[in-house]
């Protein structure tokens, strides 16, 4: 037998930032407790508003299936006499079940043979586990900020108002906060009076509330406000400027979303295009409009959670508060102008960079200094320039009264008054480019000036935190390193700069001076191990797989760009036969050496006056022989060449294998073997651990 069930928990409007987040851990916990309790169902349907987190599965089983267990009686030896008959103590042991000794099975364990008893135990209703594991499920959700509001302390991340929670046709009791759940929900706020609804099932709950102005679908929402603003940006005479994260943010804003158009004054248009920009969007959540050569309009469109009938008083709300806003803007891009960036530089004295780390403005040294080494180390010293002017100003902009009021224009403030200022257009790029890639999914710096700029200034963050011992640990890294390590990772991988990491992280460590607190080798372990598992997340992103990946980090990522040229000639030869074999062979002359105690990468000296079998002599002289090949080949990058090398040994460690024996009982022969096959692994350890493939 099935049953619907749906829950929805009203609270107060949720910030648009936590709902999705807390709705796919509310469905990801519930299909935990469906699994750990065996009730099965075919699907769940998670659904959102500002003020409702709603779960619904059409046909969840009503109860668990019935199990049986097997109940653990005394051992054989005990529960049975010499002649096999039922003892005292088998005796009482099936009592306990009401049944006689002879219906116990006999059964074997891992400490000997016992006697015991198959009972079957009828499954639970699905009513009794969701009425017990729903509160405790509430109570386990991280959540981002919480608040209490009651006399219970109950912490959630606003107060909850009302919970309709029904299995089948009938109400579930539960309690959440100081609220017990009924059978009654609510429409809009505004729209409907915010009456309440009695729902008896879903397709009544469904209805009652898109009668009451509640569209409680988030994926349907999003398509409405996708649809209402294409035909509201024609109407304007314009297109939309592509805003996918607002667009994200006020699907969440909204129950009952409908699209207003507003217009303001044209002379804002010579404010630059990022800053008119983020003020509709940072404040206002107001989307930006563009004619057909990507211009502006002076005008924009908001989405409002009310009906067609009130626009024409919402628009002019929004024209106001927008009209205010955007003077601001044009005073303070008028007012910053005034100071040139260089006359800002002294003020970085005044702005900590880091408590234990200094200023603003030694910060600024050290990546300058940081920036002419990379150049450098790149044979790019006609760069050095720029980088000297970039670095030099690059931060200045934090000064400004705009990047006060908008913190997410820095970087490209400094961009646009190193413009406005008319210096070099690679100085300007530069500086507007510093912070990028945020994401995976975004640009790198667009000239090479701004590219070093940007990795240097990463890079500098990263050694400092991690000379301190400031090192993330779990879902906690306040300062952003994760994501500036996968910035550095990407900048180098997308501009393909062949750089040595050690060298970069040795001088960045120097040039904090003072400051650090650890040694360098200790800051460089943790700071590998923390780019290996950034390289390996954006190979995994690229689509390689895991044990590719793996192969090839285990050969080093001190140079990203020949990690990634590593892992797409891996990538090419897998499929090889002869590969595939030779992967195998190299687990297994891993787990031999690993077994024996030798060094995977300090071999044995081979002393070939000890060959007893030419398999042996064979497989040595090739080793020798291809050596060499495949270092110069490595050095220059051929990576597809050494793969194909590396497969071609496959007729002679096949043979090794099947003539030679290791493992002699001869400990000087057996160490000897071990030297040759040791010499094998070591020479493919530096490009790949190919017993990391899996086969098959």
């Not at 000036?449 to 301190?468: M, Q, T």
């Not at 950034?534 to 995994?540: A, C, D, N, P, S």
Request: charged letters at 25%; aromatic letters at 8%.
């Amino acid at each position: 037998m099935v049953l619907d069930f749906l829950i929805e928990v009203g609270c107060e409007e949720i910030p648009a930032q936590y709902v999705e987040p807390l709705l796919v851990q509310l469905g990801q916990k519930f299909r935990e407790v469906l699994a750990r309790n065996a009730l099965e169902f075919e699907k769940l349907d998670e659904f959102a508003t500002p003020r409702r987190l709603i779960l619904h599965v059409p046909a969840l089983s009503s109860s668990q299936p019935d199990r049986t267990e097997v109940a653990t009686g005394p051992p054989v030896s005990v529960g049975l006499d010499e002649n096999l008959q039922p003892t005292q103590a088998a005796v009482g042991f099936a009592r306990k079940f009401g049944v006689t000794a002879a219906e116990l099975i006999r059964f074997n364990t891992e400490k000997g043979d016992y006697l015991g008893y198959k009972n079957k135990l009828p499954g639970k209703s699905a009513r009794e586990i969701l009425g017990r594991e729903i509160p405790a499920l509430f109570e386990s959700l991280e959540l981002p900020k919480t608040m209490h509001w009651e006399a219970s302390g109950y912490m959630f991340v606003r107060p909850i108002r009302w919970v309709l929670c029904l299995l089948g046709n009938e109400v579930l009791d539960l309690i959440l906060a100081d609220v017990r759940s009924g059978s009654t929900t609510y429409g809009h706020r505004i729209l409907s009076g915010n009456s309440p609804l009695r729902c008896n099932d879903f397709a009544g709950y469904e209805a009652g509330l898109l009668e009451n102005g509640v569209v409680f679908d988030h994926r349907i929402r999003g398509k409405q406000i996708e649809e209402m603003l294409s035909a509201a940006a024609a109407k304007a005479g314009g297109r939309l400027v592509p805003d996918p994260n607002l667009l994200h943010t006020v699907v969440h804003l909204n129950e009952h979303p409908t699209v207003v158009c507003g217009i303001f004054d044209s002379t804002y248009l010579g404010i630059p295009r990022e800053v008119l920009v983020t003020v509709m969007r940072q404040h206002q959540k107001y989307f930006s409009l563009q004619d057909e050569n990507g211009c502006l309009l002076a005008k924009f469109l908001a989405v409002v959670d009310s009906k067609t009938a009130h626009h024409s008083t919402i628009v002019r709300g929004h024209e106001r508060v927008l009209r205010a806003r955007l003077a601001d803007a044009d005073f303070f891009w008028k007012q910053d102008r005034k100071l040139k960036l260089e006359d800002r530089v002294e003020r970085l004295k005044q702005i900590v960079f880091q408590a234990e780390l200094g200023t603003l403005y030694e910060k600024t040294r050290r990546v300058g200094q940081l920036s002419l080494f990379m150049a450098t180390q790149l044979g790019m010293s006609d760069l050095k320039g720029d980088l000297i002017l970039a670095a030099h100003l690059f931060k200045t902009d934090l000064t400004t009264e705009m990047v006060k009021e908008f913190t997410n224009l820095q970087g490209i403030m400094g961009g646009l008054y190193a413009k406005a200022e008319n210096l070099p257009p690679t100085v300007a790029e530069a500086i507007y480019d510093h912070y990028a890639p945020i994401g995976l999914e975004d640009a790198s710096p667009r000239n090479m000036a701004g590219a070093i700029l940007s990795i240097s200034d990463k890079l500098d963050s990263v050694v400092a935190a991690f000379s301190i011992g400031n090192v993330p640990t779990g879902s906690r890294d306040p300062l952003g390193l994760r994501k500036q390590t996968i910035g550095i990772a990407k900048i180098l991988l997308d501009k393909g700069l062949s750089i040595s990491m050690r060298k970069l992280v040795h001088r960045s460590f120097k040039l904090l001076g003072r400051f650090t607190r650890r040694s360098f080798e200790e800051t460089y372990f943790d700071y590998e191990s923390f780019f290996k598992e950034r390289l390996k997340y954006i190979f995994r992103e690229q689509g390689y797989r895991y044990d590719e990946i793996n192969a090839i980090v285990a050969g080093g990522v001190d140079n990203p760009v020949d990690c990634w040229e590593r892992l797409k000639a891996i990538s090419l030869m897998r499929a090889s036969e002869d590969f595939a074999s030779l992967a195998t062979s190299f687990k297994r002359i891993k787990n031999i050496l690993v077994k024996a105690g030798a060094s995977l990468t300090d071999p044995s000296p081979v002393t070939p006056s000890l060959f007893q079998q030419e398999e042996e002599r064979t497989l040595y002289l090739t080793v020798d022989k291809i050596r060499p090949k495949i270092w110069k080949l490595a050095r220059s990058g051929q990576y597809s060449r050494v793969f194909d090398l590396m497969a071609g040994l496959r007729p002679q460690v096949d043979q090794f294998f099947e003539k030679v024996l290791v493992m002699a009982e001869d400990p000087i022969l057996q160490k000897n073997r071990l030297g040759i096959i040791g010499s094998l692994l070591q020479i493919f350890l530096a490009v790949a651990d190919i017993s990391e493939i899996v086969v098959g």
